[in-house]
């Protein structure tokens, strides 16, 4: 799938869900959830924003290790939003 059309699937807290439950991390899931509520956010808009952040933030080099992972990734998918959600929760 491509970027666009992810975020663009991110109108509601299910699809937002299902995309945080595809990187296979339900810690994440929650951290997500409480970061958006601290934003004062919908999980959904916290989602897609933090996925436009990563994508216009992110540097050469982490861009290159993308790369890399989503070469060698089952689900690429997956592997770009779980980069995007640790780029948000550690960054």
């Given at each position: 799938?491509?970027?666009g059309?992810?975020?663009a699937s991110l109108s509601n807290e299910a699809a937002a869900t299902e995309a945080i439950l595809s990187v296979n991390d339900l810690s994440m899931l929650t951290a997500m959830r409480q970061q958006a509520?601290?934003?004062g956010l919908d999980l959904p808009a916290y989602?897609?924003?933090t996925v436009r952040r990563y994508a216009s933030e992110a540097t050469d080099e982490e861009w290159i290790t993308l790369m890399g992972l989503l070469n060698r990734?089952?689900?690429p998918?997956?592997?770009c939003l779980k980069r995007?959600?640790?780029h948000a929760l550690n960054g």
């Open positions: 799938m491509l970027l059309d992810l975020l509520q601290a934003d989602v897609a924003g990734a089952p689900d998918g997956a592997v995007a959600f640790e």
